[in-house]
């Protein structure tokens, strides 16, 4: 297991390193979520890479279904289903903007099992697009036509709090919008004669 700390100012790393071998602790200075991710993707050396963000929490038997699953499969990208909750600390007001869903389709990091030679094909997810950097990567898995599946059970669930995307969703609306029209870019660059 690989915690990344991306410079959090909380008791990350002293809670990761307590639990010793085989917990490894990454420290570095804050470069977002694709930051983090990118380099707990480069310290991996299993056959398969799956995340798990702050805010979310999997459920217990995630990584043995969706292994086998991939391994029966030959899959490249197993996902699950997505399910959401409240933080206890949310504004009843914020609450009444959009209801929570049901669990759905959870084509999202946490939800996620990745076959690591992926990221050999595809490369990293790009940094300078912050929390559009998964859609943009997630556009290339398709592109590439990646074997993938999403299981019929809830693998993880997303806390929903006053700081990420679904209560931010203005700002998260114009990540994923840089995302989408940095694949474009690069779809039309390797067009020939495109630019």
């Known amino acids: 297991m690989i915690v990344v700390d991306d410079g959090s100012t909380d008791r990350s790393v002293e809670i990761g390193r307590g639990y010793g071998a085989p917990v490894v ?36 038997g995630k990584l043995v279904a969706q292994l086998g699953a991939a391994r029966s499969g030959g899959l490249d990208l197993v996902f699950g289903l997505l399910e959401e909750f409240l933080s206890p600390e949310l504004d009843a007001e914020v609450v009444r903007t959009r209801p929570l869903r049901p669990p759905m389709p959870g084509y999202v990091p946490s939800c996620a099992l990745v076959r690591r030679e992926a990221f050999g094909h595809l490369g990293p997810f790009d940094e300078s697009l912050a929390n559009g950097a998964w859609v943009n990567w997630y556009t290339r898995v398709r592109a590439a036509g990646l074997r993938e599946v999403v299981l019929d059970r809830v693998v993880s669930r997303r806390r929903i709090h006053e700081t990420n995307n679904w209560s931010t969703q203005q700002q998260g609306g114009v990540g994923y919008l840089r995302a989408l029209r940095s694949w474009v870019h690069e779809q039309r660059s390797r067009e020939p004669g495109g630019s």
Do not use: K, M
């Open 25 to 60: 602790v990454i420290e570095q200075e804050n470069r977002g979520a694709a930051g983090a991710a990118n380099t707990g993707v480069r310290a991996a050396r299993g056959e398969f890479v799956a995340f798990c963000d702050s805010d979310d929490v999997w459920l217990p």
